[in-house]
C-alpha cells in the first residue's frame, strides 16, 4: 500500500523542511500538496526550489499538487476568493486557469504524477454553461499537463456539478481521453454513497482522498473516527483495475490534532486490514 499524506492537515502553517522531516519519520512515503499560498508559494522559483531539495533530503515521493481553490489564501485566514474553472464569466475563468498552470508549473522543477482538480467551488448547481466553461478549461489544461508529464484527475465533490454522475458524464461527452478521476470517499459519503461512487468512477481512477465523516459534514476525520464502511472500501480498493494509493486527507481539528503519530497509527491499520481482504480474496479464488 502506498502511504501519502495531504499536506491539508496542516494548511494554516507554512511547509518547510522540518514539517517534511516530521512527516517522513512517521513513516510516510509519499506527500500530495495543497496549493494554498499562504502554506505553499507555487509561484515563488525559490519555494519551488526549496520544497525539491527538502523532498530529496528527507526521500519523500511528490504524489501529487491539489489545484489552488482560493486566491490570496493566507495561513491566518480561513478562506479567500474562490478559484473556479467552470466560471461562466470569461475572464474569472481564463484567471482561474491562469492560477491552475502556475501550480502545473512546478512540474518543470519538481516532478508529480497527478494533479487533483475541483470542477466548481463546492456550491455548484449542475449548469450546462458552467459545463460548457470547464470544458474550455480543461481542454487547455490537459494539454498544458502533459507537457510537464502531469495527469489532472478530477474529484468528485458534494454539489451537481462536481458528482460522480456528473464527472461521468462530462468525461464521456467531452471525449478528453486523457483526463482521469479522483476517489474523494468522505464527499461521496456525504451524497449517495461510497461504493456508487466508486462503481461510477472506477475505470478511470488513478488516485484518492480518504477520510471520514458523519455523512452530513465534511469533516475530514481519520478513518473510523466517522460512519464510512471501512470493510466495505477496502474491498473496493482491493478491487480496483489498477493499485490505488491511500491519500490521507485530513483537516486539523480545533484542538490541533490529529498529530503524526495518530496519522501512523491509522496508516498501519488501513494496510493491515488491506492485507488481510487481499489474504482472504486469495484463498476464496483457489
Known amino acids: 500500500m502506498q502511504r501519502v499524506l495531504s499536506t491539508y492537515r496542516f494548511i494554516h502553517h ?19 500538496i495543497f496549493c494554498a499560498l499562504g502554506h505553499f508559494a507555487y509561484r515563488s522559483p525559490q519555494a519551488v526550489r526549496e520544497l525539491g531539495q527538502a523532498l530529496e533530503d528527507h526521500r ?8 489552488p481553490t482560493e486566491r490570496d489564501m493566507a495561513a491566518e485566514r480561513e478562506s479567500g476568493v474562490p478559484i473556479s474553472i ?29 494533479l487533483v482538480q475541483h470542477m466548481g467551488t463546492g456550491r455548484d448547481m449542475d449548469d450546462p454553461r458552467k459545463f460548457d466553461a470547464a470544458f474550455n478549461s480543461l481542454e487547455h489544461l490537459v494539454i498544458f499537463a502533459k507537457q510537464r508529464g502531469v495527469v489532472i484527475a478530477l474529484e468528485n465533490t ?14 464521456k461527452e467531452t471525449h478528453l481521453k486523457d483526463l482521469k478521476l479522483c476517489l474523494d470517499v468522505g464527499h461521496a459519503h456525504m451524497d449517495r454513497g ?4 466508486f462503481d461510477l468512477m472506477r475505470d478511470r ?35 480496483a483495475p489498477e493499485p490505488l494509493p491511500i491519500v490521507l486527507e485530513l483537516k486539523e481539528a480545533p484542538t490541533g490534532g490529529p498529530g503524526l503519530d495518530d496519522i501512523r497509527a491509522v496508516f498501519n491499520k488501513l494496510e493491515e486490514n488491506l492485507e488481510k481482504q487481499g489474504a482472504r480474496a486469495e484463498t476464496k479464488g483457489r
Open 205 to 239: 481512477l488513478v488516485t484518492t482522498h480518504i477520510h471520514d465523516n458523519h455523512g452530513e459534514k465534511d469533516e475530514h476525520l481519520l478513518p473510523y473516527q466517522g460512519t464510512i464502511d471501512w470493510d466495505a472500501l477496502r474491498a473496493m480498493i482491493s478491487a
Open 60 to 67: 519523500l515521493h511528490l504524489h501529487s499538487l491539489h489545484s
Open 14 to 32: 507554512p511547509l518547510g523542511s522540518k514539517l517534511l522531516g516530521d512527516i517522513a519519520q512517521a513513516q510516510i512515503s509519499a506527500v500530495e
Open 86 to 114: 467552470s466560471d461562466p464569466e470569461r475572464v474569472r475563468r481564463l484567471d482561474a486557469v491562469d492560477e491552475v498552470k502556475r501550480a502545473l508549473e512546478v512540474a518543470e522543477r519538481v516532478p508529480f504524477p497527478y
Open 194 to 197: 461510497v461504493s456508487g461512487a
Open 158 to 171: 458534494p454539489d451537481e456539478l462536481g458528482s460522480p454522475e456528473s464527472l461521468g458524464r462530462f468525461v
